[in-house]
């Protein structure tokens, strides 16, 4: 049976509809996916993320273990700060992409993708063999709630204690400080995966009801609705994040999703997959994810077929219609050639080809 998260009770209460999602039943959405989508874009949205997993790790050689773990340079990065990296397996294939915190200079919090975080934690504590280094999975003690949107700070501010009020608003992006919300310690990033401002909530398990009802109370005032992974899919799309086991696998390499630089060679330490991968930057893929833009009404799904002229030159792994932006949007893999700004191509939408031309990523940028 799915797992159930500790505010699953609350999404039951406020009438959602769940779907099972790397094996946690999480609301897909509580009434209309569309409003929410538009409610987090022109106000804030609360989400329950408490599927991801949560890996600690500590220890002298924390930071250097961490650099043989994956493929950034995460010894350089400052306390308080956040970085987002990927696990690769030593074909260069992608095991998970995550963002890792680090809390002190002996200790980070690795957060991987749900589906993946016992693949995550297991491979951590596998390579963590030659280091003295420990890892510790945390996943089913630790609750995440998100509140996203430009109306986020806010109501984060509605909930803190006074003396942690300036914490918040100097809260640079990709960074993460300890406070009080809501009579409850938090671990307060802001990060997301919306294209919005916006924070994440890491709490204990026994505390999720009572953040959860707090952010819904004192985000009453600034347009604040729950909102499910139907509504964070299609705003993660429209700001041209990946989704993993969409854009991201066993069979992709970070250079083929555009990731790049994400990949650190100038970093001294060895880490899993860099024989494989150091040779790929020089080559170059031979496939890219790019974005595609519909001229067209009718979206693209993932699985149908890029073509030109007939021949299959890729594949859609993400398309929706658009809500913000009002037109079909896609993420897909095309041969290199063809994965420049401006090129046209086609979809096969079941025997039926639609005209998309390849676009830069993001699709939608908030204004600062």
């Not at 696998?249 to 997959?273: R, W």
């Amino acid at each position: 049976m799915p797992k159930q998260t500790p505010l699953y009770t609350r999404h039951e209460a406020l009438g959602a509809s769940f779907t099972d999602f790397g094996g946690w039943q999480m609301p897909l959405k509580y009434g209309s996916e569309l409003e929410e989508h538009h409610t987090v874009r022109r106000a804030a949205g609360l989400f329950d993320l408490s599927h991801m997993g949560e890996v600690l790790v500590t220890g002298p050689q924390a930071a250097e273990f961490l650099n043989y773990a994956l493929v950034g340079n995460l010894a350089v990065m400052p306390v308080g700060k956040a970085k987002y990296s990927l696990i690769c397996n030593a074909d260069g294939g992608v095991i998970d992409d995550l963002i890792t915190y680090r809390l002190a200079e002996d200790r980070f919090l690795v957060v991987p993708n749900a589906s993946n975080a016992d693949t995550v934690a297991s491979e951590l504590r596998d390579r963590a063999a030659d280091f003295d280094a420990v890892v510790e999975d945390q996943s089913e003690t630790t609750a995440l709630v998100a509140v996203q949107g430009p109306n986020a700070e806010a109501i984060l501010l509605a909930l803190a204690a006074p003396d942690d009020a300036e914490a918040i608003t100097s809260l640079r992006y990709y960074a993460a400080v300890e406070v009080e919300l809501a009579g409850v310690p938090v671990l307060l990033a802001r990060t997301g995966y919306t294209g919005e401002d916006g924070f994440e909530l890491f709490v204990g398990n026994s505390f999720a009801v009572r953040v959860w009802d707090a952010a819904l109370q004192a985000g009453a005032g600034h347009g604040l609705i729950p909102c499910g992974l139907a509504a964070r899919d299609s705003l993660r799309l429209e700001a041209g994040m990946p989704l993993y086991g969409n854009e991201l696998g066993l069979s992709t390499n970070p250079f083929e999703a555009g990731l790049g630089p994400v990949v650190s060679l100038k970093k001294t330490e060895d880490f899993v997959g860099r024989s494989v991968l150091e040779p790929l930057k020089a080559t170059g893929p031979a496939r890219r994810l790019v974005g595609l833009r519909g001229t067209g009404r009718r979206s693209a799904r993932a699985g149908y077929d890029v073509v030109v002229d007939g021949t299959a030159v890729g594949t859609v792994t993400s398309g929706l219609p658009s809500p913000t932006l009002g037109y079909p949007v896609a993420l897909a893999y095309l041969d290199s050639a063809l994965a420049e700004p401006g090129t046209e191509v086609q979809v096969d939408l079941r025997g039926r080809p639609e005209p998309f031309t390849v676009v830069e990523t993001p699709f939608y940028k908030r204004a600062k």
